[in-house]
């Protein structure tokens, strides 16, 4: 099948040869899917034979691997990505110009795969990209979900969810292993250390194939599919549903005890089966668990797949007959740990009830674990009882999974230098003290291939043509793009790749959304997970603010430059409170847009359903990039990375990547406000803070509170959202109000300045290159993994 692109004629023939063998039609007869479905069917024949390849010289060569556990791998399309990386792009191209085909239209037949929501999964994708195309053997193991998240619709102002039926479409990267199916048990009860009495259920593998950069390397991301499974005689109804249901969707509600308990399962499985299955390639191979850690290292991101350990702890004792202190050492050697967040609610916590009836023995194996913890942390005789109680791994009603995470693996990584520097001297400080040799930071990444050279065609051939291509592998030299900040040909070029970037993108909003945006308006963009701290509460509430100015401020009118505001977010369907934000942008937007006394000035779109293939139209696009989350509250963020690198300025707190941001790109080519992290922290401790106090002081809040409670028939319709700023504002919008406010009018006033606007822009694209996900999985495997680069 490699022959299929040796050049343009022999793939012209072989596609055509195909379409009519598949279809049984000629090509002026075929649809947009079935030209798809040959092309990625062609191209997944050629990456099979290097996947096989790249296996085998794994095998051969006796070399460790890295295992990439996460409940999420927010994929996007995979068909524009494997024709670059495999090189053959180009032969495509010039075979469909040929043929009067659309390539462009080919690849959007394509739909995005379902298997993440948000930064997690977007991450966990660009590092499976970034280590292939640096030759190193990295896999990844998931769920692979019938259903996505959910397909975001608006219907009256507000969310509606529907189910993503993505694998209506068969997915043609993917190929199915029944033949390393594995039994899982659920349920059951101990005795003498065996589980009796258990239900079982059949976990599935399927490999999905993930392309190096014109490398010969395809390694894999392995997805699990659960079924009821032949070793369970009695199948209830019950067994039936949820045996099918594990795998059914990503993020099922758990706002009920049957929706935990599958979420729980969920977690499990696919720890459990993607352990079991490691352990047996392992053994057949010829070697014994005792050399797992010589072989393996697993990396858990985040605490979804904590029970990893407690699994492998598990297997190695009850099936491996090894003691307690043998299967711990291996363990220990085997796992580390990614912390993605502060967030008490997102650091997993299982109620005990709920965990022992459901993992009856790994509960026993983690009560072990706890109980040895303990005498440590009493050996040690730095810690007093309150504090042990604090860092145990299970309270007095939870089981909790980042302390287990962090007690049973050798490497703790946060994800940006403020993230981690927040970890081990605030939210773990006492595990920091216990452990500090774990404690290590990796600032996320994001992989330039899909969200430069893909993306962005105009900029990538502006950089080639100013500095040369060798920037492609090493991103690091896109500094050298800095000294062309002053040649006004080269700003030229830079304002005319924006201005095309945003024209596609109000091309498409005005397709999908039906709202026409002026193209020479800043485009101004927040897209990401809708929640309280990213706070676009406090975007619409300036949005409104501005809007109200205005209508009666005639000089404000007069100097203000047009302004487009584009949101993109779905909010969990039990977060009421995000939910209700979504409302209040979609009913601030209509009036704006339909508004002819300013709507040549303002605009407000909310995108329906954003997705990565939506990301690759807003991230080029953006003049300014919405980083405005309450310092301390986001690990790192790589949205703001995509938009740096495209040449967004960004508008922000120093929270998060933010930090390292500022510090590469210059504090004066961003636009920063609001409180920083210690002043948060100092203000959480003083615990005196009186929001309505900021509010009876700031007219501004008064008139876009009265314009709130103006929005609905019903007056205290969002009185749950006002009242909670009133009376709480835990993540302190009312506080960072005012200097948001003033951020923005310098960003406005800076946008006059075309030039000076442009070489901002330029300084952010030339310091953007440090946030390659090469760099981060570069520094994992230098300092945690130690893998070897295959080389054929």
């Not at 085909?101 to 660009?126: F, P, Q, T």
């Not at 090493?474 to 095309?500: G, P, R, T, W, Y």
């Amino acid at each position: 099948m490699t022959q299929s692109f040796q050049n343009k004629e022999t793939f012209k023939q072989s596609f055509l040869d195909h379409l009519k063998h598949e279809f049984h039609v000629e090509l002026n007869d075929s649809t947009v899917y079935q030209r798809y479905t040959v092309l990625a069917k062609l191209l997944d024949e050629t990456l099979k034979e290097n996947f096989i390849k790249t296996d085998k010289h794994i095998r051969e060569h006796h070399m460790k691997k890295a295992i990439y556990f996460s409940m999420e791998f927010l994929m996007g399309r995979l068909i524009t990505n494997n024709l670059q990386n495999s090189g053959h792009y180009d032969v495509v191209k010039d075979a469909f110009n040929d043929l009067g085909i659309d390539l462009n239209e080919v690849e959007e037949a394509e739909v995005d795969a379902g298997l993440g929501n948000g930064g997690l999964g977007r991450l966990a994708a660009c590092f499976l990209d970034s280590a292939a195309s640096t030759n190193l053997p990295l896999y990844g193991n998931s769920l692979r979900y019938q259903h996505g998240f959910f397909i975001q619709d608006i219907k009256d102002y507000k969310q509606v969810e529907s189910p993503d039926p993505w694998l209506e479409q068969p997915f043609i990267w993917e190929e199915k292993r029944e033949d390393l199916a594995i039994d899982i048990p659920l349920f059951g009860y101990v005795e003498h250390t065996r589980l009796i009495n258990p239900q079982w259920i059949k976990a599935i593998p399927y490999d999905v194939k993930i392309v190096g950069d014109q490398n010969g390397v395809v390694t894999g991301l392995r997805l699990w599919k659960t079924v009821p499974s032949e070793r369970q005689h009695v199948q209830s109804d019950y067994y039936l549903e949820y045996s099918k249901r594990i795998s059914d969707v990503l993020y099922p509600d758990d706002s009920t005890e049957d929706g935990k308990t599958l979420r729980l399962m969920q977690s499990y499985v696919f720890s459990a089966a993607g352990i079991k299955s490691i352990i047996r390639e392992h053994k057949d191979q010829g070697r014994h668990v005792r050399t797992l850690p010589e072989y393996y290292v697993f990396q858990i991101n985040d605490t979804h797949p904590t029970l990893v350990i407690p699994e492998m702890m598990r297997i190695l004792m009850d099936e491996e007959h090894l003691g307690y202190d043998e299967a711990w050492d291996i363990t220990t050697r085997s796992c580390a740990f990614t912390n993605h967040t502060i967030l008490a609610e997102a650091l997993e916590k299982w109620n005990k009830q709920i965990f022992r009836n459901l993992l009856p023995r790994i509960y026993e194996i983690i009560y072990e674990m706890n109980r040895r913890f303990i005498l440590e942390l009493k050996q040690n005789g730095n810690f007093n009882d309150e504090q042990i109680y604090m860092m145990q791994l299970i309270g007095t009603n939870h089981v909790r999974m980042a302390h287990i995470c962090i007690y049973g693996s050798f490497s703790v990584n946060g994800v940006a230098a403020l993230h981690t520097e927040i970890l081990k001297h605030i939210e773990m400080k006492n595990f920091y003290k216990l452990y500090p040799h774990k404690f290590n930071n990796k600032t996320n990444g994001i992989t330039h291939r899909r969200w430069l050279i893909h993306t962005n065609h105009e900029l990538t051939n502006l950089l080639d043509q100013t500095i040369g291509s060798s920037w492609r592998n090493d991103l690091m030299e896109l500094k050298a793009f800095e000294d062309f900040k002053n040649d006004h040909m080269v700003l030229d070029q830079v304002d005319k790749m924006k201005l095309s970037k945003k024209q596609a993108l109000a091309d498409k909003i005005f397709k999908e959304e039906g709202i026409k945006l002026d193209v020479h308006s800043i485009f101004d963009i927040q897209v990401k997970r809708l929640h309280e701290y990213k706070r676009q509460l406090m975007n619409i509430l300036h949005i409104i603010y501005v809007y109200q100015r205005l209508k009666y401020d005639e000089a404000f009118k007069k100097n203000y430059v047009p302004h487009s505001f584009i949101f993109g977010a779905k909010a969990a369907p039990s977060y009421f409170m995000a939910k209700q934000v979504i409302e209040i942008i979609n009913r601030v937007s209509d009036i704006v847009n339909h508004d002819e006394e300013t709507n040549n000035q303002l605009k407000v779109v909310f995108v329906k359903n954003y997705n990565v293939t939506y990301a690759e139209y807003l991230m080029p696009a953006a003049d300014l990039s919405e980083q405005i989350s309450t310092a301390t509250k986001e690990a790192s963020g790589t949205g703001n990375m995509k938009f740096m690198m495209n040449g967004a300025i960004t508008i922000g707190t120093l929270d998060g990547a933010n930090v390292e941001i500022v510090d590469f790109a210059g504090k004066e080519n961003a636009f920063i406000f609001g409180l920083t992290s210690e002043e948060v922290t100092q203000h959480y401790q003083n615990n005196g803070y009186m929001p309505r106090e900021i509010y009876d002081r700031d007219v501004r809040l008064q008139k876009a509170f009265q314009f709130i409670r103006n929005l609905h028939p019903d007056p205290q319709h969002f009185d749950y959202v006002l009242n909670n700023l009133l009376n709480s504002d835990y993540f302190l919008v009312m506080k960072d109000f005012n200097s948001y406010v003033e951020a923005h009018e310098k960003a406005n006033e800076a946008y006059k300045d075309r030039e000076h606007w442009l070489q901002m822009s330029v300084m952010n694209i030339a310091n953007s290159g440090y946030f390659t996900s090469d760099r981060t999985i570069r520094q994992y495997n230098d300092d945690i993994w130690k893998l070897r680069k295959i080389e054929f």
